[in-house]
């Protein structure tokens, strides 16, 4: 059964850095790409980032460029998501998705998500 | 990296069919038959319902449908049940090489 767990949310002072960890179980991450997803409170699902299950390319939405990283960890089956400089305007729950790939892609599955709150 | 135009809500009673409109442009929907759809329930993380434009997953009932025609995508649901009433977002692809979701649409079955 292929499932995705986030860990690492919670509330940091604008500025403050937080790192997410997605762990993946019922498959192996090294041979799929993977995306960070977001929705804020409310509002409605955007694409964060994207890492290749090669590491050939990464690609992240305009917003966070320069202050999110993500990086994988083979040997645990992990996903991470570095936030540095963090905003207000980041207070989300984020998720991990699993890409699929058969001449179109999709996302799927989603993690349970991670709520990460900005606020002074 | 403007968001695609859903809807912001649709409405139908039980048995009825409704269809979510997601409009994009030359450089996202119009561009590759990349665009699937999710639906969310309150306080649930999404679930993929059509990917590849028409393709359903296993598991998920033949009365969901993708199309698309130019830059626009569609969902439908036909013989709506009560279960149904959920937000249902669109999502593609881009020139970019990045991908973008549509604002998310609200269904209401009455």
């Known amino acids: 059964q292929i499932q995705l767990v986030e860990s690492g949310g919670g509330v940091v002072q604008p500025g403050g850095s937080l790192t997410l960890s997605c762990a993946a179980s019922?498959?192996?991450?090294?041979?799929?790409?993977m995306h960070w997803l977001r929705q804020a409170p409310g509002k409605g699902l955007k694409w964060v980032a994207f890492?290749?299950?090669?590491?050939?390319?990464?690609n992240y939405v305009d917003s966070v460029k320069g202050r999110f990283t993500v990086s994988r960890d083979f040997s645990k089956n992990m996903l991470y998501l570095q936030m540095n400089s963090l905003r207000v305007e980041d207070t989300a729950v984020y998720y991990c998705?699993?890409?699929?790939?058969?001449?179109?892609?999709?996302?799927?599955?989603w993690g349970q998500g991670t709520l990460v709150t900005v606020s002074s | 990296q403007s968001a695609l135009t859903q809807p912001a809500s649709v409405s139908g009673s039980p048995g009825q069919s409704i269809t979510i409109s997601c409009t994009g442009t030359?450089?996202?929907?119009?561009?590759?038959?990349?665009v699937s759809w999710y639906q969310q329930f309150p306080g649930k993380a999404p679930n993929l319902i059509i990917f590849?434009?028409?393709k359903r997953p296993s598991g998920v009932s033949n009365r969901f449908s993708g199309s698309k025609s130019g830059n626009t995508a569609s969902l439908t649901i036909s013989g709506l049940q009560i279960e149904d009433e959920a937000d249902y977002y669109c999502?593609?692809?881009?020139?970019?090489?990045?991908?973008?979701f549509g604002g998310g649409t609200k269904l209401t079955v009455l």
């Open positions: 998705a699993k890409y699929n790939w058969n001449d179109v892609g999709w996302f799927d599955p």
């Open positions: 019922g498959f192996t991450i090294s041979g799929y790409g």
């Open positions: 890492i290749q299950f090669d590491g050939s390319d990464e």
């Open positions: 030359s450089s996202d929907v119009g561009a590759y038959n990349y």
């Open positions: 590849g434009v028409t």
């Open positions: 999502n593609s692809y881009t020139r970019s090489k990045t991908w973008v």
